[in-house]
């Protein structure tokens, strides 16, 4: 097993940081990884921001549902899905293209493109000897984040992502079976070994559970996902993101 | 720099491979590594399918617009948004969740997570001294791809992967200026600057690609933009992908 191998093997999302910022330079390492990373036919329809301010930290905080972990960090980074420079360039270009800019394609398109951006940014940083936490809570009110963070139309801030060094330690939680996750040729036609594999799950996540608590937590995952389904949430998305100019065709 | 960085840094899609299949280990250590990225509150929201066959790679290579590399690979994955799972866990779980199941902020989500986990993929590969390319050309025609595949519904086959030993170099091209992908406590407010940024990089790309052509390749990347947005692009996905049972509401 090689080194890069190893890193991304023991990937745990970290909560607790070290009160110790960033250098500008790790900064611009991170930043120059997100970069390199695959997108589609170059388009490159994602930007970063990075937030050092205490008080927009804090404010961010609030708003990701009080977690301290997007106050408390050495660096904080919003991706965003962006396809306001491309707006500009068909001004630049004397060209029409809003059609394309709002089609649900181009929102998948930006939506993948800061997505393999920010894990290559995780993996540059684990790299480094930080620890990492995507923070998906700034959806929970993105008009108040747009804000915050002065974003244009065309432009939606997706997740942040707390970077830090690493205070304490924290387990790595089994994930589905990988024949339950990978299939070979075509998806899994057989609904009952399909559904062997995810109560082979919930017997392995209920123990690792159970031993981390003292026998106190009893959960599954099949009952953590149906209680989390129950429970519709940031339902204002669709009307926000096409407000913002994104999937309306 | 330490060995992951330079990995990350040193990425360029390889697009010509030779004609030597990935070990069983190797799609294992591959797809292990893919499992191991973040995923938003554990919902693990996509599935991996690898294809072998010759014939299916056949019409994946034709649906993805001819791109021979579809065919001609060490081995081919496909990356899927996947909710299916998470409905099958409300059966089990006799619980209601479809309004959530058919939320944009739930596409989004699945979205995210089969990126963060393919560039997982990505780099564990490119670490293995594999070449990778991505194949968004899949999303051609994902009627005819989800009926190779076989996915059942609330999947959706987002992207391909070639993956295999390159046969040939290829140029890494250079990306966007760090300072207009990244931005400092807010988005930038000064839209000259922003354009600035943008005549620096035409100029940077225009230049690549006269040097690699000797001459030939005029265009610059606000032109390419441009073009690209001008002729609207799978404007059949937003009916698909609700026809899927994604972003509905």
New interface residues.
């Given amino acids: ?5 190893e ?5 745990r ?1 970290i909560r607790k940081f070290e009160d110790q910022p960033l250098t500008k330079e790790q900064i ?2 991170i ?14 329809a ?8 205490n008080e ?1 930290k804090r404010q961010l905080a609030e708003l990701a549902g009080n977690q301290s972990y997007v106050e408390d960090n050495g660096h904080f980074l919003v991706f ?1 899905a962006d396809l306001h ?2 707006e ?3 001004e ?2 004397s ?3 809003v ?3 709002e ?3 181009k929102f ?2 930006a ?2 493109d ?3 951006a ?3 940014a ?3 940083a684990e ?2 000897g930080l620890g ?3 923070i ?1 809570g700034i ?1 929970n009110h993105l008009d108040k984040v747009s804000e ?5 139309k065309r ?1 939606i801030p ?2 942040g992502m707390a970077i830090g060094y690493p205070s304490s330690n924290s387990y790595k ?1 089994p ?2 079976p ?1 024949a ?8 899994e ?1 057989d ?1 009952e070994k ?2 062997s594999e ?1 109560q082979a799950y919930n017997k392995e996540l209920s123990q690792y559970y159970l031993e981390r608590t003292n026998g106190k937590r009893q959960d599954t ?15 204002y ?2 009307e926000f ?1 096409q407000k913002k100019g994104y ?1 309306i ?1």
């Avoid at 339950?180 to 998806?187: D, L, S, V």
């Fill in positions: 097993m090689n080194p890069i191998i890193t991304i093997l023991n990937h999302s611009h390492t930043v120059a990884c997100a970069s390199s990373a695959s997108t589609s036919s170059n388009i490159q994602y930007s970063i921001i990075g937030v050092t301010d927009k965003c420079r491309h500009i360039s068909l630049m270009e060209a029409e293209g059609e394309s800019l089609s649900t394609e998948m398109v939506l993948i800061a997505a393999l920010s894990q290559n995780a993996i540059a790299s480094m990492i936490c995507y998906g959806r915050i963070l002065k974003v244009p432009v997706l997740f939680k994930r589905l990988l339950h996750i990978y299939h070979e040729e075509e998806y036609q609904v399909f559904k995810l995952w099949t009952d953590q996902m149906a209680r989390m389904l129950e429970s519709p949430k940031r339902m998305m669709k993101i999937d065709r």
